[in-house]
């Protein structure tokens, strides 16, 4: 049977013991106090004169009463030995009970709603009583009804109220109940997850080391030692970082600078930019700082002016030192991984990074006192230098030394140099083939040696190519007498357009171009004469020391 129909009566069941309509004496009330206010708040089932509303159910009529649920009308109920006698239709009610209302409504022959109250239970009643309401008074002092039957009955002989009846103490309640009933479930499931949680963080705790006093979850064991694959920046920085050095430069007067230099060998001799330390030179002091942050005092063992190349060494040079491995600068390509190390604004042992943004790049500098240029055909790149990055080396991505970082190109100071503004990813560095030559000189004999080709050419910027000027300096020929270009048939007015097939566009470029080579190289140069395209085949000459 449907819980639904819980506030209309159930069939008959003969089986049912009668239940007296007042309660025994001497029975304690054993009605709860929450049964009665219920009670109060529900709908009353109609009563008939003389019958007392006590707004809760009655237990079960005693057994051996007519199992009829239409009883006659007017038909007395019968009543137990020394109960109270009905009170009559119309009476006055007795003390302590409240008056019988003409209002109440009967009961609706439809199922009433779920939250509804209960309906009584069907089963025989004494004849002439309406169903759900007692028949009876109660003696003196007795609680009122009797305790509840513990079992329902199924129809066939149990002991309690009709099945689909309501268990005393668990009567539906409003709406609002069932709320409640949902957040308990949601209680009751979230509850169930951290258990779960729980569980799972003791069962980790019991198998990563034993522990039982925590349910956290362990994490991993942190690595002992972070390994980087050979080739990365990291790991080209962190072994080359040692064999790099900054270098403080300070005049007689006072003056000088910051900038960087590498280990050229293993007796101490450090290679770096001339500008870096002109201002040492002569007789001032010189000091280079390694990563660790122990410093040595240096001297100058040579410089070139027009490669802006210098080789310094250490005082007391200590043992182990580890010079940096020299790669081959014609093999560089463009797009080529680069890696700058220096001191950019004395910002020791700063990592760069790049690529070859460009080869052959003519480049003229000059080393701040304004007593020389330098030229070179240098190699571009965009890694970050700054002024304090000259004299550091150019990595390739292996970690061996390409070029050594010289001049950039900054937004304000409109020309190549070394300016103090910062990098815009314009840097030049000289190619180490080149640098190596003159680092070889210079320790060898503490001067340079130039080659040439004994002609003197116009400094000024053209697209055309660089011009022998009608004269020398000093009013000496422009092209020397038994010189390379004189031997062979260069004359003042041509125009060199290559060299060895690379386009020349200028006298700083042809410049650049010559100093990549050694004394005794034979080259081709390419030029024109009155409109006339010729070549021509040189042996390169030589200068030694600044002109």
Known sequence: MSTENEGTAGP???SVPPVPDAAPAGTPASAPREVAREAASEPTDPQQPGQQQHGHQPPPPPAGTPASHDAAPGTPAPQMPGAAPEQPAGAPPRPGEAAPSPYTAPAPAYPAPEYAAPAPPPGPVPAGASVGAPTAAQPAGAGWPPPPPALPSYGGGGDGAVWGAPVPGHEPKPPRGRGG??????LVAALVAGGVGGGIGYWAAENNGGATDSTTVSAADTPQEVKRDAGTVASVAAKSLPSVVTIEAKGGNGEGGTGTGFVYDKEGHILTNNHVVASAAQGGDLTATFSNGKKYNAEVVGRAEGYDVAVVKLKNA?????PLPLANSEQVAVGDTTIAIGAPFGLSNTVTTGIISAKNRPVASGDGSGSGNSYMSALQTDASINPGNSGGP???????V????????SAGSGGLGQSQAGSIGLGFAIPVNQAKNVAEQLIRTGKPVYPVIGATVTMTESSEGATIAANGEGGTPA?????PA???????GDVITKFNNIPIDSGPTLIGQIWTHQPGD???ITYKRGGKESTAQVTLGEREGES
């Open 394 to 400: 150019l990595l390739d991505a292996r970690g061996a």
């Open 318 to 322: 200590p043992s182990g030192l580890t």
């Open 479 to 483: 092209v020397s007498p038994n010189g």
């Open 402 to 409: 390409i070029g050594i970082n010289s001049a950039i190109q």
């Open 181 to 186: 009933g949902l957040i308990a479930a949601v």
């Open 12 to 14: 008959a069941v003969p």
């Open 486 to 492: 004189a031997k062979a048939g260069l004359k003042a």
């Open 522 to 524: 034979k080259v081709t």
